[in-house]
T-cell receptor
Framework: QKEVEQDPGPLSVPEGAIVSLNCTYSNSAFQYFMWYRQYSRKGPELLMYTYSSGNKEDGRFTAQVDKSSKYISLFIRDSQPSDSATYLCAMNGAGSYQLTFGKGTKLSVIP | EAGVVQSPRYKIIEKKQPVAFWCNPISGHNTLYWYRQNLGQGPELLIRYENEEAVDDSQLPKDRFSAERLKGVDSTLKIQPAELGDSAVYLC??????????????FGPGTRLTVL
């Protein structure tokens, strides 16, 4: 079993839909949880990060972490065609440089 | 502010040939990372530098891969000889030194390597 599991999709939704992306993990030492967005032929860019359990909102994006279940989510409201990309979850322990990534979920938002 | 710069963007070589990738990190970023991203997978760390020093190279296949970061700025990753399984995107990232509990890594666009 990999440390971080993420459904690779692909996921296709109509414009305006609410998108839910998820990852599960097994390492209890993980404390920082990140979502990266990667457009085709580009490098990943940080979208959001969350420390420990809880919610964090930034515009149309909400990140949730449930450490008791070892489960993290990213919600995208009012999805736009420009949101079409691969979304990678990543996580690491406190004071650690070692990021562990999920496989990424490929999202397509259809106009 | 310029981001992480990588070159070349694409490289096609035949197996057993050597290949090198170059990375220029964001100015002022002491920490530099090389990742490999296979098709349909997340990035996996190959090596991390703190200034000129390789402080984590446990995932680097040392029989054929080498890296250097002269003067603590630019870095080069080399493969010699390349194998078919080395086909992947090679990503460079950089960050400031870990001053607090979290550090953000900034990624370059990557070099897409195809080994025939």
């Amino acid at each position: 079993q990999k440390e971080v599991e993420q459904d690779p999709g692909p996921l296709s939704v109509p414009e305006g839909a609410i998108v839910s992306l998820n990852c599960t993990y097994s390492n209890s030492a993980f404390q920082y949880f990140m979502w990266y967005r990667q457009y085709s032929r580009k490098g990943p860019e940080l979208l959001m990060y969350t420390y420990s359990s809880g919610n964090k909102e930034d515009g149309r994006f909400t990140a949730q972490v449930d450490k008791s279940s070892k489960y993290i989510s990213l919600f995208i409201r009012d999805s736009q065609p420009s949101d079409s990309a691969t979304y990678l979850c990543a996580m690491n322990g406190a004071g650690s440089y070692q990021l562990t990534f999920g496989k990424g979920t490929k999202l397509s938002v259809i106009p | 502010e310029a981001g992480v710069v990588q070159s070349p963007r694409y490289k096609i070589i035949e197996k057993k040939q050597p290949v090198a990738f170059w990375c220029n990190p964001i100015s002022g970023h002491n920490t530099l990372y090389w990742y490999r991203q296979n098709l349909g997978q997340g990035p996996e760390l190959l090596i991390r530098y703190e200034n000129e020093e390789a402080v984590d190279d446990s995932q680097l296949p040392k029989d054929r891969f080498s890296a250097e970061r002269l003067k603590g700025v630019d870095s080069t990753l080399k493969i010699q000889p390349a194998e078919l399984g080395d086909s992947a995107v090679y990503l460079c990232a950089s960050s400031v030194a870990l001053a607090g509990p979290y550090n953000e890594q900034f990624f370059g666009p990557g070099t897409r390597l195809t080994v025939l």
